[in-house]
């Protein structure tokens, strides 16, 4: 069954640095997607993308978010200067046909910034 | 200041029972509504979707019940087993974005 896989399991950064997450989303999928679960708590929105650009964004993903797709497959999030707060289980996920619906979730990043 | 976590509602089942979760929603205009199941350390997994023009969805050992009168979105399993145990979420498409309920974590006892 496809998945949607990320890279990599666990990332461990100081306060400052610029982290990258790397997803490869479904082959066929259109939409794309990053949320975050910070530990104990609800898997929180952050950025949508479809056709090239961001399609919405939570008020989480500030100018210190980034989402490109370099390629046909892959799909990454940059935190260029990351704060303790940043500390959180990032998920990536895809759908195929309709925004918002059925989304395939990855393992997610664990991200630690010390 | 710190983050405190919160405190998941619970749900403990003997193997082989039905269990149903339950799940209020806030917004009257959601017109899509997904449960996700999510085991420690992985990601959150789809169950089953339904839609605001139905009220009933079935899939294989599990039922999705929608109350829009109330906003009350219910999961249930049947004849459920140690492989369910894990956190489960509803979620609602809510202005362009899925929004994640509180979670419920079932426990299933053999």
């Known amino acids: 069954e496809p998945e949607v896989t990320q890279t990599p399991s666990h990332q461990v950064t100081q306060m400052g640095q610029e982290v990258i997450l790397r997803c490869v989303p479904i082959s066929n999928h259109l939409y794309f997607y990053w949320y975050r679960q910070i530990l104990g708590q609800k898997v929180e929105f952050l950025v949508s993308?479809?056709?090239?650009?961001?399609?919405?964004k939570s008020e989480i993903f500030d100018d210190q978010f980034s989402v490109e797709r370099p390629d046909g497959s892959n799909f990454t999030l940059k935190i260029r200067s990351t704060k303790l707060e940043d500390s959180a289980m990032y998920f990536c996920?895809?759908?195929?046909?309709?925004?918002?619906?059925?989304?395939?979730f990855g393992s997610g990043t664990q991200l630690s910034v010390l | 200041g710190e983050s405190v976590g919160l405190h998941l509602p619970t749900l403990s089942v003997q193997e082989g029972d039905n269990s149903i979760i339950n799940c209020a929603y806030s917004?009257?205009?959601?017109?899509?509504f997904i449960w996700y199941k999510q085991e420690s350390g992985k990601g959150p997994q789809f169950i089953i979707d339904i839609r605001s023009n139905m009220d009933k969805r079935q899939g294989q050992r599990v039922t999705v019940l929608l109350n829009k009168t109330v906003k009350h979105l219910s999961l249930q399993i049947a004849a459920t087993q140690p492989g369910d145990s894990a956190v489960y979420f509803c979620?609602?498409?809510?202005?362009?974005?899925?929004?994640f309920g509180q979670g419920t974590e079932l426990s299933v006892k053999p």
């Open positions: 979620a609602e498409n809510q202005g362009g974005k899925l929004i």
């Open positions: 993308f479809y056709n090239n650009e961001i399609s919405e």
């Open positions: 996920a895809s759908s195929d046909h309709r925004q918002n619906e059925k989304l395939f």
């Open positions: 917004n009257s205009a959601s017109d899509y």
